[in-house]
């Protein structure tokens, strides 16, 4: 009799004790939860709170500056538009939920795109690796769907480029029929 008692009262401890340790573990597992919720809000804020944002009257100082000389500009116009776009945004990261991270890019991009206008190739290359460790995995598109990144590259290094490598390249049409043209009559 005792012993059956006895069986009874363990059963009773050994239901109760788990119990206890499944209330634990939901406490701790909750707790965990709560935890790991909270850091991400704290880090957003805290991020939020630290952003280096883009000083916009440089941002808007370039548009308006770039709207003004449009496309008749002459070399020194150039230059001195894609040195006011690196300016910009030089001494600043953006990663790609910042809030100025579309307009870092376009601004990136104009530097880019105006070094090859004005002739300086090697400041292009420097300003489009710059643009590549900035906004990695990242490109702009043009109003025609072709990539910034990959015009970059074949305006850059189109002499070394193959015809298979041109040919795999997001750019314009007519772009590419005319480096396929110089690169016929460079190597012809």
């Known amino acids: 009799m005792s012993l059956k008692i006895l069986t009874i009262q363990f059963r009773k401890v050994a239901i109760a004790s788990t119990v206890l340790m499944l209330a634990a573990c939901n406490i701790t597992e909750s707790n965990k939860n709560e935890m790991a919720a909270a850091v991400p809000i704290a880090k957003t804020e805290i991020e939020r709170n630290n952003i280096d944002r883009l000083d916009s009257n440089c941002y808007s100082k370039v548009v ?5 000389i449009g496309s008749s500009a002459d070399a020194a116009q150039q230059l001195a ?3 006011a776009a690196t300016r910009c945004i030089e001494n600043k990261s953006f990663y790609p939920q910042h809030p100025d991270s579309q307009n870092a890019m376009q601004l990136s991009a104009l530097a880019v795109v105006n070094y090859i206008k004005a002739g300086e190739t090697q400041l292009a290359e420097q300003s489009l690796t710059g643009f590549r460790k900035q906004f990695p995995k990242q490109d702009l598109l043009f109003a025609d769907y072709t990539s910034f990144v990959d015009t970059a590259v074949a305006l850059l290094k189109f002499q070394t480029l193959s015809a298979h490598e041109l040919q795999t390249l997001n750019i314009n049409s007519s772009l590419r029929t005319e480096l396929k043209r110089q ?3 460079l190597r012809n």
Do not use: M, V
Not at 64 to 68: D, L
């Open 183 to 185: 690169q016929y009559w």
């Open 81 to 83: 538009l894609a040195k």
């Open 64 to 68: 308006q500056r770039k709207n003004s």
